[in-house]
């Protein structure tokens, strides 16, 4: 079901029959809310028991209509109001505890919101350990801080060794930072969450989504 947040920003939330067990918060990837986290959000709440809400990265942003574009754009994101936003969809399930999971881009706004004390669990799929140099910005902090922040809940990262945009010093940066790193190796940026990407590896996504579910139900 679309909702709108406080901030005017569109979320989708879905709920179990009966009472959720926990909350979760799905920060999506750059493409933005649409059919592919809707279904995940409505699987998530049926399978899991939990009340799950996804919201959209680029709220108001209809001058931003392609990936390449979104790519582009990156630095033009503010903390503020994306944190804000992962709280307030946390709020809106009306669950506790709430964790909360991202992908790509979104994964790094997971990291980033591990530091904040809203959640008690998150996960990242191939989420940045570092703002990429094209992204950095004054709105943009770096999610290495906030993860050895004294605040910071427990956190998980799937990565790919194959990933451009995770290299393998930051997955070692990352689990200096007491995050639980899990590597697949030859796995591309992207394999696990949307089966029409090329770099889809169906084995590795169902083992990832196993250490993944564990990990936010703990």
């Not at 996960?123 to 990429?132: C, D, I, K």
């Not at 910071?152 to 995770?166: K, Q, V, Y």
């Not at 070692?172 to 992207?190: P, T, W």
């Amino acid at each position: 079901m679309r909702i709108t947040l406080p901030s005017g920003t569109p979320a989708e939330i879905a709920r179990p029959e009966g009472e959720p067990s926990r909350g979760l918060v799905i920060v999506p990837d750059i493409g933005g809310l649409r059919p592919l986290f809707d279904g995940l959000v409505a699987r998530l709440a049926r399978g899991q028991g939990w009340a799950v809400c996804a919201f959209e990265l680029w709220a108001g942003r209809d001058d931003l209509p392609t990936l390449a574009d979104r790519l582009a754009a990156g630095g033009s994101l503010d903390d503020e109001r994306v944190l804000g936003d992962a709280a307030a969809a946390a709020d809106v399930t009306g669950a506790d505890p709430v964790g909360i999971v991202g992908f790509c881009m979104g994964g790094m706004y997971a990291l980033k919101a591990a530091g904040t004390g809203r959640f008690a669990r998150a996960a990242s799929f191939y989420g940045m350990a570092r703002v990429p140099e094209m992204w950095r910005s004054p709105t943009q902090g770096e999610p290495l801080e906030a993860l050895t922040g004294p605040d910071a809940c427990p956190a998980i990262e799937i990565a790919g060794t194959a990933d451009p945009w995770l290299p393998a010093d930051d997955l070692d940066a990352l689990e200096s930072a007491g995050v639980e790193v899990v590597r697949y190796v030859g796995a591309d940026h992207g394999f696990v969450h949307d089966p029409d990407r090329p770099a889809h590896r169906p084995d590795d996504a169902a083992d990832a989504w196993t250490r993944v579910l564990a990990h936010l139900g703990a």
